[in-house]
């Protein structure tokens, strides 16, 4: 029982940790998904409370879960889940051949943070709180009687996983979840109380569908009218569009990169422009939804850089185009170096 405490303890403190984070953070919405599962099921052995302490062990099973969730698009993502446990047949109990199963069925609240690591896989770490609905039926032997009863109790959970995106709006999924239902109180059929707490551990596969998508970035306002002033000399005349490049699946400032920049940002100087606009591409050759935030990731590394020579944050807009816009138009799949770009615009 002390080992079952710790964990209720490490997961009821892993909930409380990514709720707050969750209620903490608010960003741009992707949409309502929907989801469903299969899986194995591992119950643990447990101890059932009655006129004694009783072992009692189970046999592995299955379980099965639909969900209804929204994506935040910051990463964040909150579902409600319904999911059925077993039943699980009992082993034994005290060392003696048993009967029966047992079996539980809950309604989650989970909150998942994904991790956006650059790679085909996205891990996410998550954790839920709910109701679950235990049952035991036609449990023997309990000494002389047998326990035929549910009860309610509070549900618990821990998971950790990885998603694969097949395409913008469809996501393949594995996880591993840790499930505990606390403290079940039960009747044998002699009248005596029962109680034990459930502790589960499964692997699910499964899908999700994302109905929405990404919101387009803000278009800046338009600054309000000046009053007429007296004619000012002409500021000198650059260029006000430059491409800088980037290698195969990166984000990274290359030298030559670098050199545009710096003379954007000296020309920018030279022409009074206070305002950038950075557009990122990418090519064809990853997924839609991958490419998407590469582009987004390459369009804020040169934010970046134009912060460190000088601009003010709230002076750059940044917009992602993944691979819907390519100077070069390809077959998808294609690795085309020019469609690999960020667009720096001096309106």
Do not use: C
Not at 36 to 56: H, K, P, Q
Not at 133 to 157: E, K
Not at 315 to 326: F, Y
């Amino acid at each position: 029982m002390l080992a079952t405490s710790k964990k209720t303890i490490a997961t009821l403190s892993f909930a409380a940790a990514m709720t707050a984070s969750a209620i903490a953070y608010a960003g741009d919405a992707t949409g309502p998904y929907v989801g469903a599962g299969l899986g194995w099921l591992d119950v643990e052995g447990t101890t059932v409370n009655d006129t004694t302490s009783r072992s009692v062990k189970f046999d592995d099973d299955k379980m099965g879960a639909l969900f209804l969730g929204y994506d935040y698009g910051n990463a964040w993502r909150t579902e409600l889940e319904l999911s059925r446990r077993g039943g699980a047949d009992l082993s034994t109990v005290s060392g003696t051949a048993a009967t029966g199963d047992v079996s539980a069925t809950s309604l989650m609240a989970n909150v998942a943070y994904d991790f956006d690591l650059g790679l085909p896989v996205t891990p996410y770490l998550g954790a839920g709180l709910g109701l679950s609905r235990v049952d035991m039926s036609n449990a023997r032997p309990f000494g002389a009687s047998s326990i035929d009863d549910t009860d309610n109790a509070l549900g618990l959970q821990g998971i950790a996983g990885l998603s694969y995106a097949i395409n913008d709006n469809l996501d393949a999924f594995a996880d591993y979840r840790y499930f505990t239902a606390r403290n079940v109180d039960l009747n044998t059929r002699a009248g005596a109380n029962a109680s034990f707490d459930l502790d589960t551990h499964a692997v699910m596969v499964g899908l999700r569908y994302t109905f929405g998508a990404p919101k387009a970035a803000p278009v800046a306002a338009a600054a309000p009218a000046e009053p007429v002033a007296p004619p000012q000399p002409a500021a000198p005349q650059h260029p006000r569009t430059y491409l800088v490049f980037f290698d195969w699946d990166k984000s990274d400032i290359t030298p030559e990169a670098d050199a545009i920049i710096k003379s954007a940002a000296a020309n920018a100087g030279d022409m009074s422009v206070v305002r950038l606009v950075l557009t990122g591409h990418a090519d064809r050759s990853g997924t839609d939804k991958y490419n998407m935030k590469l582009s987004q990731r390459r369009a804020d590394t040169v934010k970046a850089a134009f912060a460190a020579l000088g601009f003010q944050p709230g002076e750059i807009q940044t917009v992602a185009k993944g691979e819907t816009d390519p100077l070069v138009p390809t077959d998808d799949g294609v690795r085309e170096p020019q469609n690999r770009r960020v667009e720096i615009v001096l309106p």
